[in-house]
């Protein structure tokens, strides 16, 4: 006979135990998954990629002066120019020389009193207005401002001194197969570094050139995927995967590259160098500042 007790918990402790089972099949089917994932992921860890990792650089030399002023900005800073003198207040150099003026004028006067003059200026060196605007003049005189070209053929494209007022961009002349092709400087990828490293490491790889750049950020900026021609791709390759990276040319000892291996180019320039495919990407990442 059951008893109170029974009629209670057996149904529970049915419910517990079948509970308990469907949980140990699900343990024993989750391992058994993750070992055929293991094993697979040890397959293709053996199979080495037909892809070739690249890490590209987008190294840019900023304006270095401003850009010369069209006929119509010419005109508006005339006019903006003439209303600011029409509409302003007098400056603080103007009221002195008001101030001195008027300082003169009194003393040409019958009734001139130089001792209450010389209260007000007593034990102080006496500098008009129109002393400073000599001293000014002079500075002026002295002053030699920066030149806007140092003299290199614009059209020229291996000195980074072209086109002061205009961003540009490093390009590289590269070995693909038996053609020799414009890129933005790039190496491959090897094993340990990060794709910045390596896009770092394909500046730092540029023959005669010592540039020192600033990184903007440690994601890449752009993709580009090309396959090898034929007779590489009997090599076990495919291709190649680029990896672009955005830097700003810090610094650089002005070293005249090899015009036929560099080029400082503009960006209405790079259709005259790089392939339209090639051009297609780099063109989304890269701003005419």
Sequence with gaps: ?????????????????????????????????????????????????????????????????????????????????????????????????????????????????????EEDYRDKEIVTAQDLEDIWEQKLKQYQPAPRSHGVDEKGVSSSERCLAESLILLVKKDVGSEKLWLLPQIQWQTGETLRQTAERALASLPGADLKATFLGNAPCGFYKYKYPKDIQKEGSVGAKVFFFKAVLSCHKHLLLENNSFAWVKKDELQDFLKPEYLKQVRRFIMAL
């Design 1 to 117: 006979m059951a008893t109170p007790f029974t009629r209670v918990y057996r149904p529970l402790w049915r419910i517990i135990t079948t509970t308990t089972t469907a949980l140990n099949k699900v343990m024993r089917n989750v391992s058994s998954t993750r070992q055929q994932w293991s094993a697979q992921n040890v397959k293709t860890a053996g199979v080495a990629s037909p892809w070739a990792l690249h890490g590209a650089v987008c190294l840019q030399r900023l304006p270095v002066v401003s850009q010369d002023r069209s006929p119509i900005e010419e005109e508006f800073m005339e006019l903006m120019h003439q209303m600011e003198l029409e509409r302003s207040l007098l400056s603080d150099h103007e009221l002195r020389l008001l101030e001195d003026a008027a300082r003169m004028s009194r003393k040409q006067e019958e009734d001139y009193d130089s001792d209450e003059e």
